[in-house]
């Protein structure tokens, strides 16, 4: 090769997350874009309006669809950062420069571990069946594993089929990669704008917690939160993996911990709410629980992993399906414990959980003692 560079030779394997440091554009506009994007655009009244009245989405359906496309994305943008993907141009090339960055912090935010097991209570709850949370999860997380083999494929489909032996294009591409960030903070901007200055609710609330509950100061909130959590996600994760080397531990650790940890930090919204209600109503509190836990938690990377592990000659897919179950077991516990907060907030006519009943059995023996 003319400049001696490796990253444009073709590769077979699928790329781990690299741990090199960030442009601080990355770090601040991927995160701030993808929560405009979820926390404005796809919100169920936005998108009934933009289809008709009549179409209605349910706050599981768009999540589970914003995971799902998020994992196509990272496939997509996999395949460009490991080299699978070859670029043939300077629009290629540039999607080679922003991928470590949207895959780190853009998609990171733009999908959620935590909301999908939270969701999945919630949906376990309304329907007094824990099965159907659990389906949920794995339905997720298996139509995730397809559209990342989807997007990598279709990076493959558009990318130059021989190797490239020098980069003429390069000064052209690092400029359409600022232009792309650029078009990003209008994006913001432009979307800021759009909400209005009235507040969420009528109700005093809002004000008990430092904050007024407007649409503006909650978009402006969540984003600083997604961007301190997908930091955090990721700094941690690699903090973790090169801890974990990975031929002494079968399947990613570093994912896996993060994924337990912040689904567990997301409860606490509604942790707060069983002491007072109103506490739903802080922006703070919801932009941690939503926000930061969301964009710190792992979906992509999980599904990014799947498919590496599937990937591998020797037992790919019996360490993939170890992967999968292993998250599934942990996602259970949050779900349970989750479920287990949902039923002690609004307690089922036909099922209570272990909890609530617990509660009710200690209830009632301290009834009978203060008779007696």
Not at 11 to 16: A, Q, V
Not at 233 to 252: E, F, M, T
Not at 258 to 265: E, P, Q, S, V
Request: glycine share 6%; proline share 3%.
């Amino acid at each position: 090769m003319l400049n001696g560079e490796d990253k444009y030779k073709k590769k077979n394997s699928f790329s781990t997350y690299r741990t090199r440091a960030h442009p601080l554009t990355c770090i601040l506009v991927l995160p701030a874009a993808a929560t405009v994007t979820t926390d404005v655009w796809f919100q169920s009244d936005v998108l009934s309006s933009a289809f008709g009245n009549n179409v209605v989405f349910g706050y599981d359906v768009v999540l589970a669809v914003t995971n799902v496309t998020g994992a196509f994305f990272d496939g997509f943008f996999s395949a460009w950062e490991s080299g699978l993907a070859v670029p043939s141009g300077a629009k290629t090339e540039a999607l080679h420069l922003v991928a470590d960055g949207m895959r780190a912090f853009g998609l990171s935010t733009y999908t959620s571990w935590a909301g999908m097991v939270g969701v999945a209570a919630s949906m376990a709850h309304a329907r007094t069946s824990a099965l159907v949370g659990i389906m949920y999860i794995l339905l997720t997380v298996l139509c995730a594993f397809v559209a990342h083999g989807l997007g990598s494929d279709f990076s493959v489909y558009i990318s130059s089929p021989d190797p490239i032996t020098n980069k003429p294009y390069s000064t052209r591409a690092h400029k359409l990669s600022q232009q792309f960030m650029t078009c990003l903070v209008g994006y913001i901007l432009l979307s800021y704008m759009y909400l209005g200055k009235e507040k969420i609710d009528s109700d005093a609330a809002g004000n008990e917690f430092w904050i007024t509950a407007t649409p503006r100061n909650q978009l402006v909130i969540s984003a600083l939160f997604a961007i301190l959590g997908a930091y955090s996600g990721h700094l941690l994760a690699d903090n973790i993996s090169k801890s974990l080397k990975y031929p002494l531990i079968p399947i990613p650790m570093e994912t896996l911990m993060c994924n337990a940890l912040f689904g567990m930090l997301g409860l606490s919204l509604n942790a707060f709410k069983l002491r007072d209600v109103s506490w739903g109503e802080s922006l703070i509190l919801r932009g941690f629980a939503i926000n930061f836990c969301g964009a710190a938690s792992l979906f992509a990377r999980h599904v990014s992993d799947n498919r590496r592990l599937y990937a591998k000659k020797w037992k790919g897919l019996w360490r993939a399906w170890i992967n999968i179950s292993a998250n599934i077991v942990f996602a259970t516990v949050v779900f349970w414990a989750a479920f287990e907060i949902e039923q002690w907030e609004q307690p089922s006519e036909t099922r209570k959980g272990v909890v609530v009943k617990l509660m009710k059995i200690l209830e009632t023996r301290r009834k009978n003692k203060a008779a007696l």
